[in-house]
């Protein structure tokens, strides 16, 4: 199996999204994060996801997690009907990440090794929102803060979690 890792970003008040796209302007140090730890690694996100306009995508392989049976996806992109069958297609890769949305990352939470969070530290309007999950499973192995201007129009801190040992 391979190490599950959410990928996300959030406001204060645990938005990730609104009308489908995110609640604030683009974050070049968010997306060159998430660029650099998703690289050559495949993906897993919900149909919502997968409708955004500006959808994240690896050119390595995408899992769409749809009920829809005759849900038609880009090339590039398979529809699957679980969380557990878009796991059991990435069984011999080495890190998948999961991209979300609200659904996807509270299903997905129990079986996260690790979680990249970015935190927006302004709060936003949201109508979808990062689960909340016990921070107390895990360590924080990294933390990379950025001030206004530091290639971020907000201040943002990009932490990594990564699940304790049982």
Known sequence: MPIISLIAAMSQNRAI??????????????????????????MIMGRKSYDNPHRIWSE????????????????GFEVVDSLEKAFEK????????????????????????????????????????????????FDIIEQKDFKVGENTPYTITIFTYQRKPI
């Open 60 to 75: 390595f392989g995408n899992f769409v997690i749809t009920r829809q049976v005759d849900y038609i996806v880009d090339e």
């Open 90 to 137: 990435c069984k011999n890769e080495d890190e998948v990440f999961v991209l979300g949305g609200e659904e996807i990352f509270r299903l997905a939470l129990p079986f996260a090794d690790k979680i990249y969070l970015t935190l927006v530290h302004e709060t936003f309007e949201g109508d979808a929102f990062f689960p909340e999950f016990d921070e107390t499973l």
């Open 17 to 42: 999204g609104l009308n489908n796209a995110l609640p604030w302007t683009p974050i070049p140090a968010d997306w060159d994060n998430l660029k650099e730890v998703t690289k050559g690694k495949k």
